[in-house]
């Protein structure tokens, strides 16, 4: 079974700091995502990457910014947290397939204060 | 514009008893339509995901049909256990399918009572 693994269940953070999500698959996928889900909206893309060293901006990116040095990590980044980037994270990956199902990882809940 | 609209918003059944839940799409190009299962805490699973030329799959106790003419999904549960409580959300892909490109519902919101 393919697993998706994000660092850390829950966060807390203050307005302004730096914050790191990080999302490690085990299963050499080609594809990885940043999603954030909120209450009455649904899941919103910010960021994915296609291979190593690359990323693609989703529907909203600003804010945020990403890393993809090796093929099994992708992390987000926060570079000022902001009370409005309080929410649930989901890290996804998936092969290069076009109907090939998406793998989530179990979130991150991130409360910025 | 691209949209995906799911109905109800949130659903009360009898354990045992049948549902069906449903999902409405404004995607043009349209490559395939996935159902995924979430369970609260949890990251959404994949039950199913069909094509343009595919009208029904079942996944278990989950059958979703796909009428492409009509732009119209729907999941039906049959024999509900407590365990599908969840939320379920229907995705639609264009645009050449690409993986980036997914058009998320909001999903539907099942709770299995005994």
């Known amino acids: 079974d393919v697993k998706v693994t994000q660092s850390s269940r829950y966060l807390v953070k203050r307005t302004g700091e730096k914050v790191f999500l990080e999302c490690v698959q085990d299963m050499d996928h080609e594809n990885m995502f940043w999603y954030r889900q909120d209450p009455g909206l649904g899941l919103r893309l910010i960021y994915f990457?296609?291979?190593?060293?690359?990323?693609e901006k989703g529907d909203i990116p600003e804010g945020y910014s990403v890393s993809r040095e090796k093929k099994e990590r992708f992390s987000l980044i926060l570079e000022s947290a902001s009370t409005n980037q309080t929410s649930m994270y989901l890290c996804?990956?998936?092969?290069?397939?076009?109907?090939?199902?998406?793998?989530f990882g179990n979130g991150t809940r991130l409360t910025v204060t | 514009k691209n949209q995906v609209e799911q109905s109800p918003q949130s659903l009360i059944i009898l354990e045992g008893k049948n549902c069906t839940l449903q999902?409405?799409?404004?995607?043009?190009?349209?490559?395939?339509l996935r159902w995924y299962k979430q369970d609260t805490g949890r990251g959404p699973v994949s039950l199913t995901i069909?094509?343009?030329?595919?009208n029904t799959k079942s996944n278990g106790r989950y059958t979703a049909t796909l009428d492409a003419d009509t732009k119209q999904s729907s999941l039906h549960i049959t024999a509900s256990q407590l365990s599908d409580s969840a939320s379920y959300i229907c995705?639609?892909?264009?645009?050449?399918?690409?993986?980036?490109?997914?058009?998320f519902g909001k999903g539907t919101k099942l709770s299995v009572k005994p």
């Open positions: 069909m094509t343009f030329s595919e």
């Open positions: 999902c409405n799409y404004t995607v043009s190009p349209f490559s395939n």
């Open positions: 996804a990956s998936t092969t290069d397939t076009y109907n090939s199902p998406l793998h």
């Open positions: 995705v639609v892909s264009g645009d050449g399918g690409s993986q980036g490109n997914l058009i």
């Open positions: 990457s296609y291979d190593v060293k690359m990323k």
